[in-house]
C-alpha cells in the first residue's frame, strides 16, 4: 500500500474565522483541483458557499448560547486535562519526516495553548 500524502490540514478555528476562512476556502479548493478533483464554485461563489455551509451556522449556535446566557463545555475539567496532556504528547512525537508535519504540530500546539 503506499503511503498517504497530506496536502493540506484545516483548522477548524480557521474555517470559522471571518478573514482567514475564505482564504482557507479558496486554498482548499486549490488543493482539491491540484489532486484531480473537479470544482464546481470558484471566485466569490467560494466566499458565499463558505459563508452560507460554514459560518451561518457557527453563528446561530453563538447566538443560541448568547440568548440562554450560559454556555456549559462538552466536557469535564478532568477530560480538558487529559486532552490537554495528549495533545501536547503528540505533538511532541512529530518528527517533520512527512510533508505537513510542521504544520500539524503547529495546530496541536495552538490547541494547547487554546486549553490554558
Known amino acids: ?33 491540484e489532486e484531480g478533483f473537479p ?12 459563508y452560507k455551509i460554514i459560518i451561518q451556522p457557527i453563528l446561530q449556535k453563538k447566538k443560541k448560547h448568547e440568548d440562554e446566557g450560559r454556555y456549559i463545555p462538552d466536557y469535564t475539567a478532568g477530560q480538558k486535562d487529559f486532552l490537554e496532556a495528549e ?18 504540530r503547529d495546530i496541536l500546539t495552538a490547541y494547547v495553548e487554546d486549553f490554558k
Open 87 to 104: 495533545l501536547e504528547k503528540f505533538a511532541s512525537e512529530i518528527d517533520n519526516s512527512r510533508p505537513g508535519d510542521e504544520q500539524l
Open 39 to 50: 470544482i464546481q464554485y470558484h471566485g466569490d461563489d467560494l466566499a458565499c458557499l463558505w
Open 1 to 33: 500500500m503506499e503511503p498517504y500524502h497530506v496536502a493540506m490540514y484545516l483548522r477548524h478555528e480557521e474555517w470559522a474565522d471571518e478573514t482567514k476562512g475564505v482564504e482557507l476556502v479558496k486554498k482548499f479548493a486549490q488543493v482539491l483541483s
